[in-house]
């Protein structure tokens, strides 16, 4: 049995600055605006408000699917038509939330049916929480949405439950039926998060995404390296959290201590669309914990 986490009103709240940090980064991304900037509204944001990012700002654009979030000395610019997703993590005192949405930049209109699929995708998989019913079911409503649309979810990347400090805690919630044999049960967080591309449907590995993560305990005496890992200790953080020259180059020759995320990209070069949101699985339905508080 998983209970309602304690500090559920932290949970909620979490979820709202999520909201707003999500819609910040959509509004952000005009034309000519640079991700790095984004990223780093994104985050600020999150700070301004009490909490701490649960992760960098992912902003992967057109055919990258998620985990790439602007390197330090990144200078590109965003395009009209660019498919950007915005995902965001917002954690107060390790209560996350986790949510993403897709905007075409500029307002183009070209990639539409994509932006949607993904969220009609994300309010079937919704609609069907409740205690006591099969992941599968969900799976299959996600998929469903999607492939009404003439298009596929993207099958190697899942929704997760969340449980304290822990993003992806032992549950996943695919994209696609068939995959597991899990029941939701009343008072867990689980994140939904439909991909929908005009690919295969399929992810691979492309370069580092700039994120990485300390898998271990850094050994010797170095104390830059010892004040990175006492501030990041386990959680994702981005190379652009650097603040000196002297951190950034201590990341550098740390290799060895870090776990380093490749980019996911569309493995036959597909746009992809996310829409992302975390749920709290309630006595007769789901709570959106990171739905955009009414009066924004
Ligand atoms: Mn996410
Ligand atoms: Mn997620």
Redesign the pocket.
């Known amino acids: 049995m998983t209970p309602y986490p304690p500090d559920l009103d932290r949970w909620r709240e979490a979820g709202r600055i999520a909201a707003r940090a999500r819609e910040l980064g959509l509004r952000l991304a005009v034309p000519g605006a640079r991700r790095r900037d984004i990223a780093e509204a994104i985050e600020a944001f999150i700070r301004d408000q009490g909490a701490a990012p649960a992760f960098p700002a992912?902003l992967s654009r057109n055919h990258e699917a998620a985990h790439f979030t602007p390197p330090p000395d990144d200078t590109g610019e965003l395009a009209a038509g660019d498919l950007l997703k915005v995902?965001?993590?917002a954690h107060l005192d390790g209560a996350i939330a986790?949510?993403?949405d897709t905007v075409e930049v500029g307002g183009s209109h070209r990639h539409e049916n994509l932006v949607r699929a993904a969220r009609e995708g994300l309010r079937e998989g919704i609609a069907r929480v409740r205690p006591g019913i099969r992941v599968d079911e969900i799976s299959r409503a996600v998929a469903e949405a999607i492939r009404a649309r003439g298009l596929r979810p993207i099958q190697d990347l899942t929704g997760h439950s969340i449980e304290r400090y822990l993003l992806h805690a032992g549950k996943s919630i695919p994209n696609v039926p068939g995959m597991t044999d899990a029941t939701l049960e009343e008072g867990e967080v689980i994140?939904i998060?439909p991909f929908a591309t005009n690919g295969v449907g399929r992810i691979a590995n492309g370069p580092f995404g700039h994120i990485a993560r300390f898998r271990s305990v850094p050994s010797g005496t170095d104390p830059v390296l010892s004040g990175l890992y006492a501030r990041f200790r386990t959680l994702p953080f981005a190379m652009r959290w650097a603040r000196t020259p002297e951190e950034a180059e201590a990341l550098r020759g740390a290799r060895r201590y870090l776990q380093t995320y490749p980019v996911f990209l569309e493995r036959s070069g597909g746009l992809v669309a996310q829409a992302?949101h975390t749920v709290l699985v309630g006595p007769a339905r789901g709570e959106v914990l990171s739905a955009l508080p009414s009066g924004d």
């Open positions: 992912n995902d965001v993590g986790d949510t993403a994140a998060e992302e």
